[in-house]
């Protein structure tokens, strides 16, 4: 008897070192690896992310290296009576686009013309079609038929959307706010601002944010 109790000691002791063991088991799994701390977020973006939409930016230099995609047409819709800024906003396109080897057509938006032909046709494209709208005039028409063409790329030069969409990009500069008769200008529309038209500055930016697929944002060329 007496000799009986080391063993069924040994076989208890036993047991629980096997328990311990299991219990060891789980308190040692390795934790999930923990998720790096995002970068700190600009204005107008959220942790970790792009800029959400409308977001106001300063022109991104690093965006200028944006390749351009092979077949890339823009197609320019202008205001069927263009005001000087809105030409030469549109002779600005003509210009980026002529050293780059893309083709650019125009297309002057009137009463009883449609600003949503003009993406209809560009659509099929995908993302080597861009529908440019020159100056605010057109923004209202452009707040409607964007918003109901999520996959086609726009770009206003000289305008905003009150409340844009990720596929309408905008380049805007003092005087040159507007965002339609739904929504105050940034400021007050100034002679100043339309004969300061930098439109050569104002598509190279515009376009270097599209190409660069950061699109729905808001470019200030006074940053």
Not at 58 to 64: G, H, I
Not at 114 to 124: C, G, K
Not at 192 to 212: E, I
């Amino acid at each position: 008897m007496t000799g009986a109790l080391p063993r069924t000691g040994a076989v208890v002791v036993a047991a629980l070192l096997l328990t311990g063991c299991g219990g060891g088991a789980d308190v040692g799994t390795p934790a999930a690896p923990s998720t790096p701390p995002s970068p700190a977020a600009g204005p107008g973006t959220l942790p970790g992310t792009a800029p959400v939409p409308g977001a106001t930016l300063a022109p991104d230099p690093a965006a200028t290296d944006a390749a351009v995609p092979e077949g890339l047409t823009l197609a320019v819709a202008l205001p069927a009576d263009p005001d000087p800024a809105d030409v030469a906003l549109v002779d600005a396109v003509d210009r980026w686009a002529g050293g780059r080897g893309v083709a650019v057509t125009r297309h002057p938006v009137g009463a009883d013309a449609h600003l949503a032909d003009v993406a209809d046709a560009v659509a099929p494209l995908g993302d080597r079609g861009v529908v440019v709208v020159a100056g605010p005039a057109l923004v209202d028409l452009l707040d409607s038929v964007s918003s109901q063409r999520l996959g086609t790329p726009f770009l206003v030069l000289g305008a905003q959307l009150p409340e844009p969409t990720a596929n309408v990009t905008a380049t805007v500069w003092a005087g040159a706010t507007s965002r339609g008769s739904r929504a105050p200008a940034d400021d007050a529309p100034t002679d100043a601002g339309v004969a300061a038209t930098p439109a050569d500055a104002a598509v190279a930016a515009g376009m270097a944010q599209v190409l660069s697929g950061v699109t729905g944002v808001v470019v200030h060329l006074d940053g």
